[in-house]
Every structure is written in C-alpha cells, then in structure tokens.
C-alpha cells in the first residue's frame, strides 16, 4: 500500500480547487491535487453548460450606483432567509476585488466595441453586475490550471477519493483508488474539499459524469455538518441534439409548449385566470425554478405533463417558436441583448429556431447548500475546509445568477489561505492504523461476487431522484423515494465487481445514495415552500420555517435537526 505525503490536499480540479490549490502553494505550502476525472476537464466550472456565462462583481462599471452593500441585500432577499449573513457579506465586500484579479491572471471578460464592460442584470438581482464571459466557466479553468502547475502543486488525476481520514476530529489524510483500482493513502496536514456537486443523482442534469456528490459524503462520513440541502437549482435545459441551459430570455417570445404528440398542454394544469403574456415575461428574467414567483407554474406544468407519460423520445417537452417571430420587436430588452448570442449558438448546433422544435427537459443544475463552513471555508471538522457548490452559506433558497462562479474564485481563495496558514504548527499525524483498515474495506470490495453491477442500481437512483425531487415535490414521493434508495441499499450485497472502473462505480453509488439521502430527509422536513423548494402539500412560505435543516452523522445513523 503506497503512501504519499503533502501539507495540503485539495480534492478537485473546478474553479474553486484550482483557486485553492493556486492560493495554498503561493502561501509556500506542498499542495497536491487529486482530480477525479482528466486534469482540466471536469467539474462543474469546466462543464461548459451554457454558450455564455456570469460573473457578478459589485464594482460600479455599469451602473455607478451600485456597490457591495446592495450587491449583499440582493444575496439576502434571494436567500429567502437562507444565508448566512457573514458570508454573504463576504461575497459581496470581495466581489470586485475577485473579478480584477481574475482578469488579471487571464480569464477575458465580454467588452463592447468602445471597450466597456458589458455587464447584465442576472437572476434575482436588482442591478446589472453581472460581467459576461464566453463558453461559461471553461476560461476560468483554462487560466487557473496553467498557473497551478507554474506554482509547483502536483497534480494526480483520473483519481477518486474515497475517505477522509480524520483523528481527534481533525482531518489528517485521505484514501483514495486511481484509474487502475489501486488504493494508497495520503498524510496531510489539511484537506480541501472542492468536488462540485450532486448532478449525477438525477437522470437529466447539466453537470459533467464524475459529480456524485462525493464532496457531500466524504465531509459527512468525516463528522462535518451539512445544511441547505433542500434547496436545489434545476431548470429547462436541452436534451437533444446537445445538452444545454436554456436561456430564460426567450420566454417571453412566448412559444407553444408541446408534448410527444404534439399538443399544447399548459391549460391542463394552469389557472383559468392566469395571464399567459405575463407568465412568460416574468419567467424571462430568471433562470432556476423558484416558486417565489408565479411563474414557476410553467416548469410544474411540464414536470407533471413529463410525468403523465408524454415527454419526448430524449426526456423533454418541444418548444415551437415559428409562430413567435422570434428576435423580432424585442428592441432594448434582455431578449434584444442576449438574442444574437443564442441565435449564434443554435446555427452552430445546426437549428433554426424559426423552422425547428427546440427539444427541452428539467434538468438538475446545482446545489445551494452543502457543507457549513465559516468565514474560513473551515468545516466542522478541524482542519477540513470547502469552497464551491460543496459548502453551505453564500447562498440560500435561491441565489443570484453570476454569483457561483465569483464564490467558487472568493472562498476558493479563502480556504487555501487560511489551509496553508493554520498547517504552520502542525505535524503529520500517524495514518497506519487508519489506512490498513480501509485497505481492508477497499479488498473487500474489490472481491465481490455477486450478481448485479453498479450502474444498474445508480440507474434506478437517478431514475427516482428526477421524479421525486425534481420541481414537484411532496409527503407521499419523497418517502417513497427513501424506500426506492434503502431497497437499492440492500442490494449492494449482491453488487458483482468485475473491473477497476466498476470499483470506482461501488464508491459512487454508496455516496448518490448518502447524498440522495440527505437531499429528500431535508426535502421532507421542510413543510412549507421557500425559493427552489417546492411542496405541492405546503404550497405556502411560513415564517416558522425561517430555520436551517441540519445533517450530521450520530454513529450509523444520519441526524437531520432543525435550528
């Protein structure tokens, strides 16, 4: 059994790992990164989902006006009540000073013909900060791990972590297989969670194969609180010919939603008074379904149609905008700014949204909540940090578009300072005991014989998370959704392992199975509905419910408490 050794682990290679691993080795600490999938290429940052990206920076450009403290009300009012205040003050107070730097190590950000700024006006915000960048988060990714490896941090890749190794409640290692199913162990001082999210629970999603929510579980089996898991960014995106955001900002053309036969059915499930013209304008100015606003009847209507059976042959609904004269008369709207990016895109994908049906699903997005850390990005656990769509705080019931890449840059930066810092006094703790027993777990799975492969019970958890936890959520689904993840539990006896990659698979589905866990126990406490938590059975927000839902480990049992 191979053991390595370094002063700080990071686990992942996203926008917030990469800022991490960047800040901790430039604080003269031996840094190591181990990435699950191909350097560069995987999480969420690096997904490309969509043709154009955000990133919000209260830096008065565009609007002289505006400044951190509205840039921080706007946090809190999407929240709902869900930050954390000290955090998202610390978003807002550091998000200019992030944008600058993260110009200046290369990302190139959207100027117009006089070499201004265009900055828009993104989700739940009252302002236009948020500055534009092709091609998502793929930039940011680009620049950062050029100067990762510049700065020394070695990189393994094609890796998964499978463990954090803690003692006295502070993290001192990790195990982890390679691509070969070899296992080894790494001493370190501090670790660095920054694996992204949960996308793969769900059937349809956005995020690239290797998110599995492994951040979640490994701070979890780690002893490290969770909160906010309730909360969940999902909204319409293509399914065919490519997988993609669908831009809000074409609502408002007002196309036919069609099912597999080619019917309208949004009257079957709409109010008979409800204003089509205003539901899709108000619809058009944001991307993830909130049922803070009444237009989130429109993703519920195509959730139930979806659900009735009559979805497309790829998982979606049609979209016919041949009637809409779409692009006309849309002078000095979101639709007039953003239009001719899109009309771009869809040409390049070979569809003229004139002649052709556009082919959308919901798709799950990303977390808003994740691991509690502080000010920090420390966990619970001592020694333990996270950044990125894993930790808890910045955000809440919703958040603000354009603000998950400036957090992942933010408290990236924060968790590697402060790592690099704090390992200063300490030394490398004895992992041998440790390390032999989870070698011994680790054989154990290597040698299963039974009769079922991995992928066909991951399959039948993505199948029941998008239909139970997606959009539509309430008592009867969610629970049976908990019997669906405990009947798969009881299978994993009988997994047959054949081959490295269906190892890493047996460490996959116990972790979507953790984190499916703790995303419908969460869903089903919460008895009200707040931002991207819907309960049909508690259509209403209450003030009671102004409190976080907690997750912890107690021995073998998972803790939920509401504080």
Not at 192 to 221: C, K, V, W
Not at 470 to 484: A, G, H, S
Request: aromatic letters at 8%; one cysteine or more; proline letters at 3%.
């Amino acid at each position: 059994m191979e053991m390595k050794q370094c002063d700080v682990l990071v686990v992942g290679s996203g926008g917030a790992a990469l800022k991490a691993a960047l800040t901790a080795s430039e604080h003269g600490a031996d840094t190591l990164l181990i990435t699950k999938g191909k350097y560069g290429l995987c999480g969420a940052t690096a997904s490309g989902v969509a043709e154009t990206g955000g990133f919000c920076s209260a830096d008065g450009e565009t609007d002289p006006e505006d400044n951190p403290d509205i840039f921080y009300n706007d946090i809190i009012e999407a929240g709902r009540g869900m930050c954390d205040p000290s955090l998202a003050r610390l978003l807002a107070d550091k998000s200019a000073e992030t944008f600058y730097e993260t110009e200046k190590l290369g990302v190139q950000f959207d100027r117009d013909e006089k070499g201004h700024y265009i900055q828009k006006k993104s989700c739940f915000t009252s302002k236009p900060r948020m500055h534009m960048l092709q091609r998502h988060g793929m930039q940011i990714v680009e620049v950062l791990k050029k100067h990762v490896i510049e700065n020394g941090v070695r990189i393994i890749e094609q890796t998964m972590v499978t463990d954090i190794i803690t003692k006295n409640n502070r993290a001192v290692g990790a195990a982890a297989i390679n691509e070969d199913g070899e296992f080894f162990v790494v001493q370190a001082k501090a670790v660095i969670l920054g694996t992204g999210g949960a996308g793969q629970l769900f059937q349809y999603n956005l995020s690239t194969p290797e998110m599995t929510g492994d951040g979640y579980a490994l701070g979890y089996r780690a002893g490290a609180e969770l909160k906010n898991m309730e909360f969940l960014q999902m909204g319409e995106g293509f399914v065919y010919p490519f997988t993609n955001i669908f831009h809000p900002w074409a609502w408002p053309l007002q196309p036919k939603v069609l099912n597999s036969d080619g019917e309208e059915f949004l009257e079957k499930y709409l109010p008979r008074n409800i204003n089509y013209t205003d539901l899709f304008n108000v619809r058009g100015t944001y991307y993830p379904f909130s049922c803070n606003k009444e237009s989130f009847l429109l993703d519920v209507a195509i959730k139930k149609e979806m659900l009735s059976g009559k979805m497309t042959e790829h998982g979606g609904v049609y979209l016919d905008f041949s009637e809409s004269g779409a692009g006309a008369d849309s002078e000095g709207t979101e639709l007039a700014n953003m239009w001719p990016h899109m009309n771009q895109w869809l040409k390049s994908k070979g569809i003229d949204i004139k002649t052709e049906k556009l082919e959308v699903g919901l798709m799950f997005h990303a977390v808003n909540g994740g691991l509690c850390i502080n000010e920090c990005a420390k966990t619970t656990v001592d020694m333990l940090y996270a950044a990125g769509e894993g930790a808890a705080g910045p955000h809440g019931a919703d958040r603000v578009g354009g603000g998950m890449l400036l957090t992942c840059q933010v408290f990236g930066k924060i968790a590697g300072e402060n790592a690099a810092e704090n390992i200063k006094n300490i030394s490398f703790e004895d992992i041998t005991k440790e390390a032999d027993r989870l070698n011994g777990v680790h054989k154990e799975i290597a040698g299963k014989k039974g009769d079922i492969h991995p992928d066909e019970l991951i399959n039948i958890i993505r199948q029941s998370m998008w239909e139970t936890v997606m959009i539509v959520r309430n008592e009867e689904t969610l629970k049976r959704n908990l019997n669906v993840l405990k009947e798969v539990n009881d299978q994993v006896k009988n997994l047959k392992i054949e081959s490295a990659q269906e190892i890493r698979k047996y460490y996959e589905l116990k972790n979507m199975l953790l984190v499916g866990e703790m995303i419908t126990r969460a869903c089903l406490t919460r008895k009200e509905s707040r931002g991207s938590h819907y309960r049909e059975d508690y259509p209403e927000s209450s003030d009671e419910w102004l409190k976080f839902i907690k997750i912890h480990k107690d021995h073998d049992d998972m803790a939920v408490s509401v504080l």
